[in-house]
């Protein structure tokens, strides 16, 4: 993260899969023992960092406007992983 991100060229995009809403592990995660680090530094990263921008993070979309989501794209519910997509701007 802290060696490669900064190296990226303004205008690329970034993904990373499993990142939760309120960047948090579900409790029954943590439980089975499948809490990774990534989430969280992606969120220390991301606070207070000008040079990059989230462009979707689907847990968010998915909490903030869940009934469009269960009345247009119910499966979305099937998995909580989320995503997120991240561009490089500065």
Known sequence: FANILP???VGTFIHFHDVFDRFEYPTEWLMQGRGWNE???L?????YNSSFRI?????HMITRYGDWFRERMPDCFRNTGGHIWIERVG
């Open 43 to 47: 969120r220390v990263f991301l606070q």
């Open 7 to 9: 190296q990226l060229n």
């Open 39 to 41: 989430q969280y530094f």
């Open 55 to 59: 462009k979707l993070f689907t847990p």
